[in-house]
């Protein structure tokens, strides 16, 4: 006869079930570490967008000054 060892399966389940929660939890910290990671390129990149506007400027002041320059 047939018989289901509801006790076997209920062990194996709750080994899967911890397993699973495992390694659910160590990639969460993964994203986590990668969302850090993202936060600080992101401001990494405003940085240098600041930066090239502010030399952009620089150079637009500068290409106005040799321009009086040559009228003069």
């Known amino acids: 006869p047939l018989k289901v060892h509801m006790n076997a399966i209920n062990v194996a389940s ?3 079930i911890q397993e699973l929660s495992g390694i ?15 936060d600080r390129e992101k401001l990494k990149t405003t940085n240098l967008q600041e930066r090239m506007l502010v030399m952009e400027q620089a150079y637009h002041a500068m290409l106005e000054r040799v321009s009086e320059l040559e009228n003069n």
Request: net charge negative; glycine share 6%; no cysteine.
């Open 14 to 16: 709750v080994g899967a």
């Open 24 to 38: 659910i939890d160590t990639e969460k910290d993964k994203i986590a570490a990668l969302e850090t990671d993202l």
